[in-house]
């Protein structure tokens, strides 16, 4: 059958048009591979946090592989040919082909921790945590019992010698200081904040010693050298940020006012206490009333054996002692603040987070909001705490897939 050569222009701007159009692809393509490795990236870092609240669960050590590095390489090769015959007298023909082999390899570097995890996961979180908390409207009769162990004079537990981290009632005494904060914040009357404040580093310079070269270099390193009052010495101070319960004047003379000065012996009439760490068993011996708050923050390990405590398990675990009982530990629903990890055979079908474990499947409901959200929180101080302990010169492992 003869071909139409009128038809000839149009085949070749159809080829022509796929051949070219190739070029977008990759600005395309780039925008899907940063979806999927965000989204894959983001589910890998959700489940090994629910794995490790599992493994604690079982009263097994907890691990760490960080996805540090992930890199994607893509290739494409376009060929196209065209060829078209008219002899004269005979039949037309055209023919075309498009071919673009293509391939990807991608790589993953994981970071399997070491020293430096393990010391940033035992040892107590910074305030700024309690502080971070606070700025994103946390209340605090969740975020305290969670994250502080103890405050001034007060513990959360009786005692927490010979036992495990937080295996205790919470004292009434503890929940009445978290119920208060929080029902002043409700009120706008309290709040966590910052404040700027010359912190002196060294005391009694001799000011003949201190050159303009001396003056310059603090300054540049963000140091300042602040005359003493008599004016024959200086300190090197800096000014640093610090983390303040701040009270407003309308809390002044108020029952949760009232309560907070009572139970944690401070001035009634200052509206700003520094917040300061303190460790349960050294608080120093301080002068009533106080102008501090001394607070005495749990370690990561801490919370994540806390919070392990809402993860359900099988029976059949609990029968072979495989899992051990609450019973053993008892904690207040007050301290794991409605947290819950559900279980069940199958791969649940509404899960915001799942993970398979001794052939039983963990997950947290993605209608619990209460979970979720305590979830979240501790995924942010988990990323706080642990991200800047990696160290970028430990041995990393790298596959391509």
Known sequence: ??????????????????????????????????????????????????????????????????????????????????????????????????????????????????????????????LDVLYLAAYMGWPASITWPLMIKSINDVNIAPSHHGQMPGTAEMTNEFLMIALSVRSLQDQRLLEVGRIEKLVPINEGLDPQLITASDRIQALNSGYTFVDSGNGDSLTLSKTKQLTVLRFAAEAIGTPEHANLVQMLGIDPQSKTFELEPGYEGYLKEEDLPRQDIEIGMRSLFEMLFLLSR????????????????????????????????????????????????RDTWF????????????????????????????DDSAPLLTLPL
Do not use: H
Not at 28 to 36: G, L
Not at 104 to 123: C, D, H, M, Q, Y
Not at 317 to 339: K, N, T
């Open 1 to 126: 059958m003869p071909v139409d050569k009128s038809k000839f222009p149009i085949v070749l701007l159809c080829i022509v048009a796929t051949f070219f159009s190739g070029c977008a692809t990759g600005p395309k393509r780039m925008v899907s591979d940063w979806r999927e490795y965000n989204e894959s990236t983001v589910e890998v870092g959700n489940q090994e946090l629910l794995l490790n609240l599992v493994r604690l669960r079982y009263d097994e050590y907890p691990g760490l592989l960080r996805v540090t590095n992930i890199t994607a390489q893509r290739n494409w090769t376009y060929s196209g040919t065209l060829a078209a015959n008219v002899p004269e007298g005979g039949p037309d023909a055209l023919a075309a082909g498009l071919t673009g082999p293509r391939s990807e390899r991608p790589t993953v570097s994981f970071n399997p921790g070491g020293r430096e995890l393990i010391a940033a996961a035992l040892k107590p979180v910074s």
């Open 310 to 357: 809402g993860v359900q398990v099988p029976q059949c675990d609990l029968r072979c002692g495989v899992a051990p009982a609450l019973a053993d530990y008892p904690i207040s629903d007050s301290m794991v603040g409605g947290f819950v990890v559900k279980c069940c055979d199958k791969r649940p079908a509404c899960a915001s987070v799942a993970v398979q474990y």
């Open 363 to 390: 997950y947290i409901d993605s209608r619990d909001q209460d979970s979720k959200a305590k979830f979240f929180l501790l995924k942010l101080i988990f990323d706080t705490q642990t991200e800047a302990a990696i």
